[in-house]
């Protein structure tokens, strides 16, 4: 399917833009980031900053929860299109994909979202992740296999992809 092929080159380093990389997001406490809401948020309702983001001074958790938790964050932005947390939790994978010559994150998936049916995106917005299925590599390094993502369709290999996110800057982002 052309959204695998589209989401894979992103999963493994879209660009980002100069935007993207200086849109930073500033930390807060652990509870608050504990605490991302299954529903949607209008675009009305989300803030400035990043939704996946902490703000405040302390840093996230280094725990497999905090990892699932941030990549819940990124397939709960890809179905509702909220490209700027979309490329916030995966801006490594994005600048590796921009160093190979595709466009700033937020371009390349707004192809993406393009090829994700309006199913898959709902489905993508209350997804779960089965912590029974993660594959941990190092403290610093969780493999998210698309089998270990729980909705309401099956997502395959080719429709969404498999990710690894590190343990960077503080937080845990999508590197490949």
């Not at 991302?36 to 983001?53: F, H, L, M, Q």
């Amino acid at each position: 399917m052309a959204v695998v092929a589209c989401v894979a080159l992103v999963a493994c380093g879209p660009e980002e833009t100069r935007e993207d990389a200086d849109a930073k997001p500033s930390r807060s406490s652990s509870s608050a980031r504990a605490q991302e809401p299954s529903a949607t948020p209008s675009a009305s309702a989300r803030p400035g900053k990043p939704t996946a983001a902490p703000t405040g001074d302390t840093p996230a958790p280094r725990t497999e929860e905090r990892a699932i938790q941030r990549y819940g964050q990124y397939l709960h932005a890809l179905g509702r299109e909220d490209l700027h947390t979309v490329c916030e939790v995966a801006g490594p994978a994005a600048r590796k994909a921009q160093d190979q010559g595709l466009g700033p994150c937020t371009s390349t998936y707004a192809v993406v979202v393009q090829m994700i049916s309006p199913e898959q995106k709902k489905a993508l917005q209350t997804a779960t992740v089965d912590p029974r299925r993660i594959v941990v590599r190092t403290p610093d390094k969780i493999e998210m296999p698309v089998e270990a993502v729980t909705a309401s369709v099956t997502f395959s290999e080719s429709d969404l992809g498999s990710y690894t996110l590190e343990y960077l800057e503080d937080d845990w982002y999508i590197t490949d």
